[in-house]
């Protein structure tokens, strides 16, 4: 445990700085993460990190807690293992809209429906960015700037939240990396909730998308208070714009998996084993 | 052993968050800048980063003996989505040229300057009021200082941030 | 000490519950103190098909595939032609079916001697609901001498879930049966052990992990190592551990790396697709040095194969499916009972020297049941990993991955003060910061190889028996074939040792070589088509002898006889 003084958030800030292009959001998840740290005033030792590949990917070293840098899209398998086997750390998965949609759509869709009490934060920049700029499941179906897909992707983009909320993820909120109170804010909260609490940044990408400078001009606040009824936010995250910012939807489950009822006795492995034994009367017939 | 004005707690708890988180974003500008070998950006945003920490150490001084409210980032008022003092990540360039975080660090200053007065204009308490136009005529003088420093730089080239290599693939 | 075994197949289709009555049999056979083998056959439905129970009743626990039986019991013949590979006879043979039945081409052709009985009669007299696989497990318990009582009380517990009226019939098919003796003379081997264990190699697997402190499992299940992951379930439980059903291979992979990176030992089992699957992420535990156990239990390959039967071609991708120069932990069980050491041998090393192991087991060994004796287990004194002082360090001066003299760095669990740290699939420098340098590239890929090649494995790299110019070299289930070839050869003057190897990766080139010492012919037998460990052996070691291969893929066991025919033509053409 490290000194129980509240810390600020720049103390949870490691020696590593960031390589992501200025101009790019994910400072802004970097700072919002760390402000919400210190609001929590979060034990850096008993603090995971867990990451995929791409540039969101990079996070966990910057932050001075454990972290996992694996490999891409299975960051959430990591961190639900890391999770089940160790209930007593506070495990963060972060990746981009490539790592955990497309590759990792798998492990997204369970994650969420396995309800493993950890936060997952997804930086949504609508491309692969460090592969130097090709299409992902959230890119826009006509955004033509990739020589991969030229005629752009043809395809229409995820509803990330939705397919979150079908898969039965019980929070859901989005951000904006314009606004990283706010997004400390929700990041605190997330990490709070009692269950597996995904978080959908909008994170702009100035290298491959500097159009996205524009989104400033369409995120909005939520002005209600979270949803908790399943078809309302089915209607909600099926119809909306996508940049509603705000905790969207909250419900009451019980994570998984449930706390241990009894704790193992002394001779348990003993046992075990000796349910092999046979016991043998040798008397012939 | 003074008694805690509230107003006065309240905007200088409003000014000490405003002025370190001014001073850690021009730092991590100044660290991105370097990363990015842009050493005339970067020597410019630790400059503005280091006056933010004397800033910061004189309005420290102020509340020596007060009582602050501890707030989290989120539960501050501002104007806008951050402190007015604070660079959005989002207007860097990695080609930026002095001049350009130059002219930054004064929309900075002017913002900075805004906030304050509406503080001094609108505030009840008359020692608040006092304080804020104090720091408000500071700003004000920064503002100056950046501005004349402006002048006498070179205007940008017309394709300044252009660059013929494509982007790399690190990973 | 050869007492010739006593092979007996049972055989029955559409839900006649041959294998029930197999393992009864053979679980009332080791209370007497019988040793003994079950393998099971199966059509491919899911219920309903074609089954055959194959028990091998022996006088030693070196248990091969009997390749001849002495008695099929017959319960009806219905599809008996899946089984002809496997169940072959001879004219000293015996079959046991109901009269006027349709005895197969193939069986009627081997000339056995025929018993007809009639079994159906026999079972409708003992009881109206009864069934003809009791009457069966009567008449043979019988023959072998296993008391009716035993029999039935094992019965009795077996079918506890059923309804009493259900069990009823069965004890009075298994009393009245008991009274026919059959008009059939086998040789029954001794029943003269005690302190037995029955399991199968899947089971011992699970065994052997839970007792080296495996807490975590995750879990996909695939054919045949499905088995190993639900003991596993019901025994992690017990034990205060915990297991998560993955999405997938890759989900499983990546779970066993996060429990593992939280500081609890754990483990996976899957087969070849599965491991196919996993090996990007394997490699990332070699990378990040985490410790991770992957149990393969081989199958049929290529590509979906055969899943229900045995055969040893994974040696290739266990030893080099990861991309990169990744060196990692390779093992394999050569029996039922060194499924328990070998796998926990495997996850305290996987521990010690941080990193991956993968254990190979297969088909055969994983999916039968044996009687053995108690399992010999593997208990390592591993001198701790130094650590670093938490005093002395800040968090952004710990090493992770400091190069040491044995490669092996302090490993920090997360919760411990002054010690964080990111690990990573990244090239790394010691701090475990991302680098692309050609001298920390080169620092980590030597430490990582280093830890393995420099550690002392002991005597338990291989199971080596006898001497002679010619030497038997196997890996995994293998073993049992190679040791009785041995036999057979040595009955025809051939002095032969055999060499069973345990550990293959990283090899013991020196002790291998060593073990070969006076060799002069070398035959490397294996259960796969493009003799993977003969290739992996010649790129690897100096051979000073005549290298010959014996590769025979699956489905069926490997058969001593061959092995030994081929080792004598071999030597014959030399002479």
Redesign the interface.
């Known amino acids: 445990m490290t000194d129980s003084a509240k810390l600020k958030a720049r103390d949870y800030k490691s020696a590593v700085k960031p390589i992501w292009c200025p101009g790019c959001g994910h400072f802004s998840v970097f700072n919002a993460i760390t402000k919400a740290m210190a609001a929590l005033a979060i034990d850096k030792d008993d603090t995971v990190m867990v990451s995929g590949i791409g540039c969101s990917s990079r996070l966990p070293a910057y932050v001075d807690s454990y972290g996992f840098h694996g490999v891409h899209g299975r960051g959430l398998a990591v961190g639900q293992g890391l999770k089940v086997a160790r209930p007593d750390l506070t495990v963060l998965v972060m990746g981009g809209d490539g790592d955990g949609f497309s590759i990792g759509g798998n492990h997204f869709i369970h994650a969420c429906r396995r309800n493993v009490n950890l936060t997952y934060i997804a930086m949504d920049n609508e491309v692969y960015g460090m592969t130097k700029g090709q299409a992902s499941p959230t890119t826009p179906i006509d955004w033509d700037h990739s020589t991969l897909t030229p005629h752009g992707p043809g395809v229409r983009p995820f509803k990330p939240a939705a397919l979150a909320l079908a898969a039965g993820a019980p929070w859901i909120a989005r951000a904006y990396s314009g606004n990283p109170n706010q997004m400390a804010q929700l990041i605190a909260a997330a990490v709070e909730f009692p269950g597996f609490s995904f978080l959908h940044v909008m994170s702009q990408c100035i290298t491959f998308c500097p159009e996205q400078t524009d989104w400033k001009k369409i995120v909005h606040e939520r002005a209600e208070p979270a949803l908790s009824d399943a078809d309302q936010a089915a209607k909600l995250f099926l119809h909306e714009d996508g940049f509603e910012t705000g905790l969207l939807y909250s419900e009451q489950r019980a994570s998984w998996p449930p706390a241990a009822v009894e704790t193992p006795s002394d001779g348990a492995m003993d046992a075990l084993a000796a349910s092999f034994r046979v016991s043998t009367g040798v008397t012939r017939q | 052993m003074k008694n805690t004005n509230v107003e006065l707690a309240q905007f200088l708890a409003h000014s000490i968050e405003l002025e370190s988180e001014a001073r850690d974003r021009y730092q991590e500008l100044a660290d991105s800048m370097a990363q990015h070998n842009n050493p005339q950006a970067a020597q410019f945003f630790r400059r503005m980063a280091e006056e933010g920490n004397q800033h910061l150490a004189e309005v420290a001084l102020l509340t020596e003996g007060m009582t602050l409210p501890v707030l989290n980032a989120w539960e501050f008022s501002w104007p806008g989505a951050e402190p007015p003092e604070t660079t959005s990540y989002e207007a860097l360039h990695y080609r930026m040229s002095l001049r350009d975080a130059m002219g930054l660090a004064l929309e900075n200053e002017r913002a900075a300057e805004g906030y304050y007065r509406q503080f001094a204009d609108s505030s009840e308490d008359p020692e608040t009021a006092r304080t804020a136009e104090g720091f408000a005529e500071e700003e004000l003088s920064h503002a100056a200082e950046l501005q004349r420093m402006l002048q006498s730089l070179p205007k940008n080239s017309a394709h300044s941030r252009e660059e013929d290599d494509d982007p790399h693939m690190p990973e | 000490m050869h007492t010739r075994p006593l092979s007996i197949a049972i055989t029955g289709a559409g839900g006649a519950g041959v294998i029930s009555c197999g393992e009864l049999l053979l679980?009332g056979w080791?209370?007497?103190?019988g040793l003994g083998l079950l393998r099971k056959a199966y059509g491919p439905q899911i219920r309903g098909g074609e089954a055959a129970a194959l028990l091998k009743l022996t006088g030693s626990e070196r248990y091969t595939a009997a390749t001849q039986y002495d008695l099929i019991v017959a319960l009806d013949w219905d599809n008996f032609s899946r089984f002809e590979d496997e169940i072959q006879l001879g004219p000293d043979s015996w079959v046991l079916c109901e009269p006027g039945a349709n005895i197969p081409v193939s069986v009627a052709a081997a000339n056995p001697r025929l018993l007809q009985l009639d079994m159906a009669e026999l079972t409708a007299t003992a009881h109206p609901d009864g069934r003809v696989n009791m009457v069966v497990l009567g008449i043979l318990g019988?023959l072998l001498?296993?008391?009716?009582d035993s029999l039935c009380e094992l019965a009795g517990k077996k079918l506890r879930g059923k309804p009493q009226s259900y069990r009823d019939a069965a004890l009075a098919c298994i009393e009245h049966a008991s009274k026919t003796a059959l008009e059939c003379h086998l040789q029954v081997p001794a029943?003269?052990?005690?302190?037995?264990?029955?399991?199968s190699g899947n089971?011992a697997v699970g065994?052997g992990a839970?007792?080296a402190g495996v807490?975590?499992v995750?879990a996909y299940p695939i054919t045949p190592a499905s088995d190993v992951l639900e003991w596993m379930a019901g025994?992690l439980e017990?034990?205060?551990g915990?297991l998560?059903q993955?999405?997938?291979e890759?989900?499983?992979?990546?779970?066993?790396?996060?429990?593992a990176?939280?500081?609890?030992p754990?483990l996976t089992a899957t087969s070849g697709p599965g491991l196919a699957l996993m090996t990007?992420?394997i490699g990332?535990a070699v990378a990040?040095e985490t410790p991770v156990t992957v149990i393969n239990v081989m199958r049929g390959g290529p590509s979906t194969g055969i899943p229900t039967k045995s055969e040893q071609s994974d040696l290739n991708i266990a030893l080099y499916g990861l991309h990169g120069d990744a060196p990692h932990l390779v093992f394999a069980a050569l029996d039922i009972a060194d499924c328990v050491f070998t796998t926990s041998w495997a996850v305290q090393l996987a521990q010690h020297l941080q990193t991956a192991a993968i254990v190979l087991s297969d088909q055969f060994i994983g999916q039968s049941t044996a009687?053995i004796s108690?399992p010999r287990r593997c208990r390592m004194q591993l001198a701790a990993t130094a650590s670093a002082d938490p005093e002395e360090i800040a968090?952004?001066s710990y090493q992770r991955y400091l190069p040491t003299d044995s490669g092996v760095s302090s490993l920090?669990i997360?919760?411990?003060?002054?010690?964080?740290?990111?690990?990573?699939?990244?090239e790394h420098n010691a701090l475990g910061?991302?680098s692309a340098s050609q001298s920390d590239h080169l620092q980590q890929l030597d430490k990582r190889q280093r830890k393995l090649s420099d550690f002392d494995f002991g005597g338990d790299w291989a199971e080596i028996a006898g001497s002679g110019e010619l030497a038997l070299i196997c890996f995994g289930s293998c073993s049992a074939a190679i040791n009785e070839a041995a036999d057979l050869l040595r009955e025809r003057d051939i002095a032969t040792r055999s060499i069973s190897l345990r550990l293959l990766a990283p090899l013991q080139v020196a002790d291998l070589s060593h073990a070969l010492a006076g060799c002069e012919q070398v035959i490397v037998v294996e259960q796969n088509h493009g003799a993977q460990l003969l290739h992996y052996l010649q790129g690897h070691i100096n051979f000073q002898q005549a290298v010959h291969s014996y590769a025979m893929p699956g489905p069926v066991p490997l058969d001593p006889a061959n092995i030994a025919q081929r080792a004598l033509e071999l030597m014959n053409h030399d002479r």
């Open positions: 679980q080791a209370r007497q103190g019988t001498g296993v008391p009716t029943c003269d052990s005690t302190a037995l264990c029955y399991l089971q065994l839970l007792e807490r975590f995750a025994g017990r034990v205060g915990k998560v993955a999405e997938d890759l989900a499983a992979i990546n779970m066993t790396i996060g429990a990176f939280g500081g609890v754990a990007e992420s990332l990040s009687v108690e968090s952004d920090a997360p919760g411990e003060t002054n010690r964080r740290y990111t690990a990573d699939g990244l910061t991302p």
